[in-house]
């Protein structure tokens, strides 16, 4: 019996469909059968990010509405043996087509097969949101060192602390190291305490997310880049392992860093 | 011989608080009232005298209140100075203590939250922007007010909003709204441990939690103690 996982963050762009694609490769990765879902009806987009779009026959609507079966929808991505598969939302109509009621009963019928069901959340507080977390047992919320994206994600905290879900956890998303350690945007800390729930991790911000979405490639494939680090950190730690939050200070101190290293210990 | 026995539903009797008019609570009320009418129309008073109404355990609705106000107003000489009942229904008694318990909140109060209290709230935890607190007395925060506070919601201007942390974005007592803006000059630049409350002059006022005890001397239901 798997476990289902909504991804959300009440705004948008600030990286739900990344995160949901990233996490779920990275989980991929370390030998686990996930089930990605996209319910950003009308607007789905992560078939693009993992570079599946063109395999896609049926999807959730048509499953939904009894037009397939749950089998036939889902996306293999043949990079990963029997480990990776989408179900990608329908294109063609909006969030209304399906009700909680019905993802309830899909995402329960999916748990008897993978390990992790990761539901990526569409932005909003609305008929999308009350869907995507139908089925979850626990929750993700993504926000940005932007007090825009923290207002949003308090909102939504409150919204899934009223429903019969695990307490939510957190990823910090596109922190920019010199904005946070100069005092210019939010930091670790501030978000933190100010929304009150346990972090899940962090992801910096890295130029390589961009372009690797756009092949089609999630950046967690590429085991150097910070971001991907970063991804497999938050994986290790939904499976249960204990693994230390990465230092946000440069790796390469100046000549003055290392001076004052010397003479701090 | 029936008239010397027949129970007396209404009897007057004279304290140094003026005359006080007992209603008898087991008879019908349509008897009472007759005799009401009766006792008020034969007496021989001079002059204008209050007289207090002693309705007992009996339960009078408005209606029935006025008409026996009326029945006594009937006589020149008396005027009711009060109307005085042993029992209220559940619904005012219910009323009663919800306007006086204190609610208890625990936990963090979101974006778009709303916690509303008929007396007293108490908060354990934060209310975060956006995040609103309404009681109909007065709020005490323990923890950071970030977000919006009305106090007195019904109209209690002596309500206060207290908290540890008080950075609230609006602040309401009563009908009396603040914004806390950078230029107001109320906004200390240490949030911890502050009141608000209604300052005579009308505007909303902040000061140290421990100036309450002077401010609003009459919020303290304390008993006990040495």
Redesign the interface.
Known sequence: MGEAIVITSGKGGVGKTTTSANLGTALALQGKKVCLIDTDIGLRNLDVILGLENRIIYDLVDVIEGRCKVQQALVKDKRFEDGLFLLPAAQTTDKNAINPEQMKNLVTELKRDYDYILIDCPAGIEQGFKNAIAGADRAIVVTTPEISAV??A??I???L?QEDIEPPKLIINRIRRHLMNSGDALDVNDITT?L?IDLLGIILDDENVITSSNKGEPVVMDPANPAAIGYRNIARRILGESVPLMSLTTGKPGFFGKLKSIFVK | MTQLTKQQYVTIKGTKDGLVLRLDDKCAYSDMIAELRKKVDEDGLEGLAEVQVHTGNRYCNEEELREIMNAIHDSPNLRVSKIQSDVITMEESNRKVLENQSETYIGIVRSGQVVQAEGDLVVIGDVNPNGRVVAAGSIYVLGRLKGIAHAGSSGNAKAVIAASWLEATHLIIADKMETMTDELTILSEQPEMECAYLHPNGFIAIDRLQELRILRPGLSSFKGGS
């Open positions: 207002r949003d308090d909102r905290i409150g919204l602390e100010h009150s």
